[in-house]
């Protein structure tokens, strides 16, 4: 994959992520929620469709070559969250705080630090001037 289309798809994988765990800034309180805890409430199809995002997630965070180590936390974190999501009520308000789309998001920039570190800078400006 050349530096565009991996520029992209990170890219893609940080809009996905603030979406899904981020993006609704709860007035007063100054909260963020995303859309995965909203989704959560309808049942049964809530949570295998928030699942689904989030496995979209991370098989886009594969393309990078993320060690299997990190790979095994990120589906941890996102097994972890639908189990606990299929719980009504307490399952929604553990993914409204847990937010394993962002966690795994934390955990691809950490490998990208450390192994294309000129990749995460350079989407990190485009994305900051996209965005600000």
């Given at each position: 994959?050349?530096?565009?289309?991996?520029?992209?798809?990170?890219?893609?994988?940080?809009?996905?992520?603030?979406?899904?765990?981020?993006?609704?800034?709860?007035?007063?309180?100054?909260?963020?929620?995303?859309?995965?805890?909203?989704?959560?409430?309808?049942?049964?199809?809530?949570?295998?469709?928030?699942?689904?995002?989030?496995?979209?997630?991370?098989?886009?965070?594969?393309?990078?070559?993320i060690p299997h180590r990190d790979l095994a936390?990120?589906?941890?974190?996102?097994?972890?969250?639908?189990?606990?999501?299929?719980?009504?009520?307490?399952?929604?308000?553990?993914?409204?705080?847990?937010?394993?789309?962002?966690?795994?998001?934390?955990?691809?920039?950490?490998?990208?630090?450390?192994?294309?570190?000129?990749?995460?800078?350079?989407?990190?400006?485009?994305?900051?001037?996209?965005?600000s």
């Amino acid at each position: 994959m050349d530096t565009a289309k991996r520029l992209s798809t990170l890219n893609r994988i940080r809009k996905l992520s603030r979406l899904m765990d981020t993006s609704i800034r709860i007035p007063l309180i100054g909260f963020h929620i995303g859309i995965d805890p909203i989704i959560g409430l309808l049942p049964g199809a809530g949570d295998l469709i928030s699942t689904a995002f989030s496995a979209y997630i991370i098989f886009l965070a594969t393309r990078f070559g993320i060690p299997h180590r990190d790979l095994a936390k990120m589906i941890f974190n996102v097994g972890l969250e639908t189990v606990v999501g299929t719980v009504p009520l307490v399952g929604d308000l553990f993914d409204a705080f847990y937010k394993s789309n962002i966690r795994n998001l934390a955990i691809l920039e950490q490998h990208l630090t450390v192994v294309e570190p000129e990749l995460k800078e350079v989407s990190d400006e485009l994305y900051k001037s996209k965005f600000s």
